[in-house]
């Protein structure tokens, strides 16, 4: 059995290993910040992260352990490999990681 926070760590690691090199510019809709990644907590419902950053973002993975499913989007940052990842069960965030964020 896959534990979550190996999915997490192995998304992130695939992100880097990409280069990201596809970054964002500005704070507009979509562009992983640090204030908007504090703002999004565990717990937080996934209309909350969309409210916050003002787009549904690219889901970069799905999977079910067990009985639950999960979905994980990630966004970019507006610097080189900057990104944040946050991982959705059922319909509440449970996992955020982040790298590079300002």
Do not use: H, W
């Not at 999915?7 to 500005?26: D, K, P």
């Not at 809709?29 to 992260?49: E, H, K, Y």
Request: with cysteine; glycine share 12%.
């Amino acid at each position: 059995m896959r534990s979550v926070s190996g999915i997490v760590a192995a998304l992130a690691l695939s992100t880097m290993a990409a280069g990201c090199n596809a970054q964002q510019s500005g704070d507009g809709p979509c562009v992983a910040t640090l204030d908007r990644f504090n703002r999004i907590v565990q717990g937080a419902s996934r209309d909350d992260m969309k409210r916050v950053m003002q787009c549904a973002g690219g889901m970069v993975g799905s999977d079910r352990i067990g009985n639950a499913s999960y979905e994980t989007y990630r966004y970019l940052g507006r610097d080189p490999g900057s990104f944040m990842i946050i991982q959705v069960q059922g319909d509440t965030v449970a996992n955020t990681m982040q790298m590079g964020l300002r």
